[in-house]
């Protein structure tokens, strides 16, 4: 077993949306309660906060520059530094408080809104698309907490993670007009393991599932069966991404706030060990995929 280490240890509460920048060979994560955004550069073995104080859940690259990122006010066109734009704060009349999020082929931006509340009835989240013109829609709904996004090697096929109904959807996936269609449960996680979080898929069309009170991540077949798992030293593992020069490095994110819920499996203990916070990484020999990066523009009177 390769040797799992860790990268940076800034106690994230947190500690989320892993994404490999192959441009400039760079790793950028975020701290969603912390409010802090990273970068680490392999090569010089570096890491740095590059902003504080901004609220970060989901996010990609944005072409040519800056990123989209998503967080509970919204969907928002950001620079990198201090000009942040709103591309939409609701769609359909619900709220767009989001979680996860991921670009597609064409530059589209796929983002869930979260809603979930473990002590009362709660709006059930929204699967949202921002078309590369910032027009927003709803691309399926019905969700308890939707998580992970992620594409097939040959881009016919969408993962979602709904992480409290403890499944991995697939749906069959348009690239030409960004359509979903015929969603099904590939995976459903048995009630003794942990939820399913952040994903990621390799060069072979293997799904990788990082398992927050799973203290591990998990490769599935395109099948949906079990192939392996890594464990990882920290309770609350969220998400992961390939990166590297050869995108053989498997980068793994965690939170160090422990998050009790009555969706912890039974034997999940919510007060001893380490939750998380840490960056690890770990080379398995397996290539990754590159990720999309979004094509997003706003005319200049859609700024708001």
Not at 20 to 37: E, K, S
Not at 246 to 262: C, I
Request: negative net charge; charged residues 25%.
């Amino acid at each position: 077993m390769s040797q799992i280490k860790v990268v940076a240890n800034y106690g994230d509460l947190c500690g989320e949306g892993p994404v490999w920048d192959a441009n400039t060979g760079c790793l950028y994560w975020t701290d969603i309660d912390g409010h802090r955004f990273y970068r680490y550069h392999q090569a010089a073995n570096h890491h740095e906060l590059v902003k504080q104080g901004l609220e970060i859940a989901g996010y990609c690259m944005n072409q040519p520059s800056g990123f989209v990122i998503a967080n509970s006010r919204g969907i928002w066109l950001w620079d990198g530094a201090d000009d942040l734009r709103l591309i939409a704060d609701q769609v359909d009349g619900s709220k767009c408080q989001m979680n996860d999020a991921i670009a597609d082929p064409e530059g589209r931006f796929f983002a869930g809104s979260n809603f979930y509340a473990s002590d009362k009835e709660y709006e059930l989240g929204k699967l949202i698309r921002v078309d590369r013109d910032g027009t927003v829609h709803v691309a399926d709904e019905g969700f308890l907490l939707p998580n992970g996004l992620a594409f097939s090697p040959d881009e016919t096929i969408m993962y979602l993670a709904d992480s409290a109904a403890r499944q991995i959807f697939a749906y069959d996936y348009d690239r030409r007009t960004g359509g979903l269609c015929n969603r099904k449960v590939l995976i459903q996680v048995p009630d003794d393991e942990g939820l399913p979080d952040g994903l990621a898929v390799d060069a072979e069309g293997f799904l990788w599932s990082a398992q927050w009170y799973g203290g591990c991540v998990v490769r599935y077949g395109p099948e949906g069966k079990v192939e392996r798992r890594i464990r990882i030293p920290a309770k609350q593992v969220s998400s992961v991404a390939f990166g590297g020069h050869d995108l053989t490095d498997l980068f793994v994110t965690s939170a160090g706030k422990s998050w009790p819920s009555p969706l912890m499996p039974k034997s999940y203990d919510p007060v001893a060990g380490n939750f998380g916070g840490q960056l690890y990484c770990v080379n398995l020999g397996i290539r990754g995929k590159p990720e999309y990066r979004a094509g997003i523009t706003l005319s200049k009177d859609a700024a708001q």
